[in-house]
């Protein structure tokens, strides 16, 4: 129906116009196709990749940065640590996730997962001198 409305509006603005406005119509038509591709660029926002939440946390020789990291509840977590430092930056535990990592320097490791509505995941280096968090809301 839409399309059709809009070659009647194309047919009426060719009539309408002389013979030279040619090139004209057809960037009304180049128009149309760039709304078809906005709709799928929609659809791809409300798709789950989109959704993934990315954070990145600095390991420094004097602690986490961020060290307090808020995310959305129920969406994947994609949480990527860094090491820029040596002893205390080469490795982080995240007991509530079970996952503990192994760091050298200028290595970093990425973590996935999905936290629950109200979770707070605590994570420290191996002698629990640095901390951090992750709250979900
Ligand atoms: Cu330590």
Not at 58 to 77: D, F, L
Not at 84 to 104: E, F
């Amino acid at each position: 129906m839409k399309m059709l409305s809009l070659k009647a509006a194309a047919l009426a603005l060719s009539a309408a116009l002389p013979a030279g406005a040619a090139p004209q119509l057809a960037l009304a038509h180049n128009g149309v196709a760039h709304n078809g591709v906005a709709h799928n660029d929609k659809a791809h926002h409300a798709s789950k990749a989109h959704q993934d939440q990315h954070v990145t946390v600095n390991v420094t020789s004097s602690g986490y940065s961020p060290s307090a990291i808020s995310v959305k509840a129920g969406q994947e977590v994609h949480m990527t640590f860094v090491s820029k430092g040596s002893g205390c930056a080469n490795g982080v535990r995240i007991p509530s996730l079970g996952k503990s990592i192994d760091l050298k320097q200028g290595q970093k490791k990425e973590i996935v997962f999905t936290p629950r509505k109200g979770q707070t995941i605590a994570f420290a280096c191996k002698m629990h001198m640095f901390k951090g968090k992750v709250v979900a809301k």
